[in-house]
């Protein structure tokens, strides 16, 4: 080797070494997410409040007989049988598709580009699994022009929003 390349080597080598020596050791951290404040994604329902809500919801039948009520209408299908069923869901009532408790909290209209579309906000519920009975397999807003948006995914059934419309 050269005299003139050990000393290049030698330049380089000092300083990698001057490099590592002023270099900082900071582990910075992240503060971690306190876990009980987080809230479960089910419902807690109470005796109590669930015999309350049902008496209130008994009187506001009652007096909201004489108006219409909204409801969406989906095309289930049994991916199984290649049976398809369309299932009408008025709103904040149950309705059962095979194992499926299917719930719709909102149903509507909106303008998107120029185009009306309608949208719902659905909760569905897999009966099957006995585990946690409480826990939604799909809770979201679905879409009927674009089902592909916030897809319901089951390896069973498929759900799609076809429209809704006041009873």
């Known amino acids: 080797m050269k005299l003139g390349n050990k000393i290049f080597a030698l330049i380089i ?3 990698s070494i001057l490099n590592f020596c002023l270099a900082e050791d900071k582990i910075t951290t992240s503060p971690l997410i306190n876990i009980d404040k987080i809230k479960p ?3 807690v329902v109470d005796d109590e409040t669930e015999k309350s809500v049902l008496n209130q919801n008994l009187k506001q039948k009652n007096y909201t007989n ?3 009520k909204s ?12 049976k ?11 309705k059962k598709f095979g194992p499926l408790e299917i719930k719709i909290l909102k149903c509507g209209k909106v303008k998107v580009n ?6 719902a906000y659905m909760q569905v519920k ?5 585990e946690n009975e409480k826990v939604f397999i ?3 807003w679905t879409f009927a022009s674009d089902p592909t948006l916030t897809p319901f995914d089951h390896a069973i059934y498929n759900l799609q929003l076809i429209n809704c419309n006041a009873a």
Do not use: R
């Not at 120029?114 to 949208?119: A, E, G, M, R, T």
């Open 138 to 140: 799909f809770n979201g």
């Open 13 to 15: 080598y000092y300083f």
């Open 84 to 94: 398809s069923s369309k299932l009408i869901v008025n709103l904040n009532e149950s």
């Open 126 to 130: 897999d009966l099957t699994k006995n």
């Open 71 to 82: 409801q969406a209408i989906l095309i289930g299908l049994d991916k199984i049988t290649a």
């Open 41 to 43: 994604s089910f419902e």
């Open 114 to 119: 120029n185009k009306i579309d309608s949208v």
């Open 66 to 68: 004489n108006l219409k």
